[in-house]
């Protein structure tokens, strides 16, 4: 079935460092691939997203490339700032009603 | 423009009280999800409503009933709660408006905690 395995954390940085959490995925068809991003006693937000093969999505400075070749959806941020810190989901989506979603990746930004 | 809004915040029940959470989103949007989280395996979706008057099983729906009580509405009810039912559960909907297709917009969530 539909799966996304995510790198696990916790993920701690220095303020400015740069940034790489590891998604791959398994899926029948052809998935959108997600970001969302959860800020402490928040929801989730949406952070970037991309709809077919070799689309980049970027938002805040994050990005990310839909690798088929790979099945990877990779987050990375060049210099992170404190206020990044939060839980990280990379997610899919085959179907028309369900996201599917990585276990999460914690990161804290020290300064 | 509220967004996605979840009550109560947080409850704590007994094992075997019954209570309902509720959700309402102000975008218009056709579908409604109910997740739940659990540390280390992320959000897994409980049911879900594509439009109003429909609703279907998610991945974990055993001991939840949902009602899709209008097209703003969807909420879910644990009939007798059990401590493996301590968990965030979150609400959320998706619309199909292209600007944000595919997008599923999150409530802030309720913790649970069944004792």
């Known amino acids: 079935g539909d799966s996304v395995t995510q790198m696990e954390g916790p993920v701690t940085l220095s303020e400015e460092a740069f940034l790489t959490i590891n998604c791959t995925y398994t899926a029948t068809g052809y998935p959108s691939l997600f970001w969302y991003v959860q800020y402490p006693g928040e929801g989730l937000q949406l952070l970037l997203k991309a709809t077919k093969a070799d689309d980049k999505g970027s938002n805040k400075g994050f990005e990310a490339t839909y690798r088929k070749e790979t099945t990877s959806f990779h987050l990375e941020k060049g210099s992170v700032q404190v206020s990044d810190s939060a839980v990280y989901f990379c997610?899919?989506?085959?179907?028309?009603?369900?996201?599917?979603f990585g276990t999460g990746t914690r990161l804290t930004v020290i300064p | 423009n509220a967004g996605v809004t979840q009550t109560p915040k947080f409850q704590v029940l007994k094992t075997g009280q019954s209570m309902t959470l509720q959700c309402a989103q102000d975008?218009?949007?056709?579908?409604m999800y109910w997740y739940r989280q659990d540390p280390g395996m992320g959000l897994r979706l409980i049911y879900y409503?594509?439009?109003?008057?429909?609703?279907d099983k998610g991945e974990v729906p055993n001991g939840y009933n949902v009602s899709r009580l209008n097209k703003r509405e969807f909420s879910l009810r644990l009939e007798s709660a059990a401590p493996s039912q301590t968990s965030v559960y979150f609400c959320?909907?998706?619309?199909?408006?292209?600007?944000?297709?595919?997008?599923?917009?999150f409530g802030p969530g309720t913790r649970l905690t069944v004792l």
């Open positions: 975008m218009n949007h056709n579908s």
């Open positions: 997610a899919l989506k085959t179907g028309a009603n369900n996201l599917f």
């Open positions: 409503s594509a439009s109003e008057g429909t609703t």
């Open positions: 959320a909907s998706s619309g199909w408006d292209p600007q944000t297709y595919n997008e599923q917009f």
